[in-house]
């Protein structure tokens, strides 16, 4: 096993499986079993889940709500897949702590540093749900922040591409992927890996992301093992 303890960043439209909408049972059980496959291993596991299957803040504008009352909107819907993934992995038998960036004790816990990290130090999976508590941050900037709160290895970026390409690889049917780039690279060439506040975050605490495939079986699996995996950026 290459990693002790990394940050699984997953995205919400890929929840939603064939749907338009919402959360596809199927697809949050077969994400369950890849996380226990991993977990099982000793793996130490923390994970940002996005919303974008229930609502994204940037529609809001589109839709005549403001930014901010949006970007809440979006953080609530984390939590909602938060609940749901929680729910998945535990029924698959994992313990499990959601903590949230807006306090709602009900529900979930309040994000504490220390405490997340004694969670993860007893085998528990945490989510991170809420974004961080703020307008204008992503679910990438979340993931990254986290990660380096976490002291996590790396930060697996688990989408429905199979890495970082020269161009959009479902538009354009010649594009190259990359098994390695480096943070540089990737600014000089102007992809598209993670928002620029993430990516930023994760270059200056030289924080490396790995961009990979998670509806393809096995292999999270394959990246944990320290196979070349979808793409490496350091």
Do not use: W
Request: aromatic share 8%; glycine share 10%.
């Amino acid at each position: 096993m290459k990693y002790k303890r990394v940050l699984l960043k997953l995205s919400g439209e890929a929840l939603m499986g064939q749907q338009q909408y919402g959360i596809d049972a199927n697809r949050l059980d077969q994400y369950a079993k890849e996380i226990k496959r991993v977990h099982d291993l000793g793996l130490e596991i923390a994970i940002v889940i996005g919303g974008g299957n229930i609502f994204r803040g940037v529609q809001a504008e589109n839709s005549g709500i403001d930014r901010v009352q949006g970007d809440y909107m979006g953080m609530l819907a984390t939590v909602i897949n938060g609940i749901a993934l929680q729910s998945s992995l535990e029924k698959n038998g994992m313990y499990t702590r959601l903590m949230s960036g807006l306090e709602m004790e009900k529900v979930c816990e309040p994000f504490i540093r220390r405490r997340a990290i004694r969670h993860l130090e007893k085998g528990r999976i945490v989510i991170f749900g809420a974004g961080l508590g703020n307008p204008y941050f992503t679910t990438d900037s979340t993931a990254s922040l986290r990660a380096i709160e976490i002291n996590a290895e790396v930060v697996l970026k688990g989408t429905r591409v199979d890495g970082v390409y020269t161009s959009d690889p479902e538009k354009d049917p010649h594009a190259e992927k990359y098994a390695k780039i480096t943070f540089q690279e990737v600014y000089e060439k102007g992809l598209s890996v993670m928002d620029m506040t993430a990516f930023t975050l994760c270059q200056e605490n030289k924080l490396p992301i790995i961009v990979f495939d998670m509806n393809k079986g096995g292999n999270l699996f394959k990246v944990i093992e320290g196979e070349e995996v979808g793409t490496l950026i350091n």
